[in-house]
Each structure stands twice: as C-alpha cells, then as structure tokens.
C-alpha cells in the first residue's frame, strides 16, 4: 500500500525519532511510504480557541498534500481525531482526505490486521490513554462506558501485548486525563501541572520503567513534570517501541 506520512509539528521539531519510527514500522510491514514537505500543523490548537479561520486555511493545505494518497498515516490520535471529525465542518470537500486518515496503530490493526511486527522491548511499559484517542478514534474503552461482555483489547494494548518481553503495566483510574489538553495547559498551567503530577504518581505507582501511549503531546508533558519533581517512568512513544528490535 501507499502511503503518506503526515507528522505533527510539535512532533517534527520535539520528538523527530518518533517520526523516523513510525517511518521504519510502515516500512517493516510493506508499505511504500511518502511525505510531502508541504503539511504542517493540523490546526488543532486553532480549533481549540475558537481561531476557525484559521484552522481551515491549515485543513485546506492538509487536503492539497494528500487528496491522492491511499492512506495517511500519523504518529498522533489528537491530530488524526481533529482531522476526522473537524474538517469536514471546515470544508465539506476534505471529508475524503479525512475518512483515509489513520493514527499509527489503528492504521496497522484495523487497515492491516496485524498486531505481531516482531518487535521487542523486554521492560515494564504502562499505558497512558490519551482522551482523543480513547474517545474519538475508539482506541481503547473508556471506563464510562458499560459492557454488556468483557470487551477485546484495544488497539494500542493489542500492539504493545505481542512486543515480545514486554510487561504491560496498568495504572489506578487508567483513563484519567494528563492534564495536557493542548490549549487547556496554556490557558490553565496550574492546574494542567497540578493533573500532570497525579497522574505521574500513579504511573509510578505501577513499577512501570516507561510510560507509553499514541500522543507525544501527553508523554512531553509527563516528561516535563517528572524531570521537576524527580520521579516517573520514561516516557516513550508506541512508534518508539514498535520499531524496537525489527530487522531491518
């Protein structure tokens, strides 16, 4: 299959290695990837304050890069859930580009069906859910929703349980918001901090030698508290660990 890498941002100038992985995870199951210099931010943070305008000159260059592209691939749930459910509200014509949008693990399980990549990462890793993900793109299950049966395990726990020598770790309350939340920890930094260091404590809490998840935006914030206050699991991303150990 082709497709097309679309990084974030925040990811292209905080955490390149984490692109440069998802890029080797595509690879490593055949897919012949692309990526167009042009894309830029989502327009996420736009949305968030109301800046429509905007966003939507973003949505309408994001539909420029890639309304031929097969499939597009993102190592971010936030930004593949503003993508989806956003931009067609902003212009009707992107709703094609956004139904061919995938965030990284959903793209490899739900497009691919596959879930064992030979990868390996023989540590104890807990799992942060970031709301995005859990809640608009189904990643996972959200503790407020009742089952009638136990439920299947979601995308990001199925990846992370066929890495082999991987422990997954499970923290109390294990959907609770960072306290990221984009603008949210612009406009209220305090309390953002103050959510942050909650959920660090019960990360550690878990014995958990790492934290990981599908936003890189959530783990830079965990990160941050953690180097303050001196204690917390390393965070690194899915793309990170699912590239670990693959033949290259």
Not at 30 to 53: E, I, M, S
Not at 122 to 143: F, K, N
Request: hydrophobic residues 40%.
């Amino acid at each position: 299959m082709d497709v097309a890498l679309f990084i974030p941002c925040y990811v292209d100038q905080l955490a390149p290695s984490v692109g440069l992985a998802t890029l080797r995870v595509l690879e490593h199951v055949g897919c012949r990837v692309h990526y167009d210099p042009r894309q830029t931010c989502c327009g996420q943070p736009f949305l968030n304050v109301g800046a429509t305008r905007e966003a939507a000159r973003l949505a309408r260059l994001y539909g420029a890069c890639f309304e031929k592209a097969e499939a597009v691939v993102c190592p971010s749930a936030s930004c593949v859930s503003t993508v989806r459910q956003r931009y067609a509200e902003l212009d009707p014509g992107l709703e094609s580009a956004c139904a061919r949008t995938f965030e990284l693990g959903e793209f490899l399980v739900r497009e691919l069906g596959r879930t064992e990549l030979g990868s390996c990462f023989p540590h104890r890793v807990a799992l942060l859910q970031s709301c995005h993900g859990l809640r608009e793109l189904g990643l996972g299950h959200p503790s407020e929703r009742v089952y009638a049966t136990a439920p299947e395990p979601g995308v990001t726990e199925s990846l992370l349980r066929a890495v082999e020598g991987l422990e997954l770790a499970w923290p109390e309350r294990p959907d609770e918001c960072c306290g990221f939340g984009g603008a949210f920890s612009v406009k209220f930094p305090e309390l953002s901090v103050r959510m942050g260091r909650d959920r660090l404590r019960a990360l550690a809490a878990t014995g958990a030698e790492y934290v990981t998840g599908s936003d890189m935006s959530c783990l830079l914030h965990l990160g941050s508290v953690a180097r303050r206050e001196g204690f917390g699991p390393r965070p690194i991303h899915l793309a990170e660990i699912l590239a670990s150990g693959l033949e290259t």
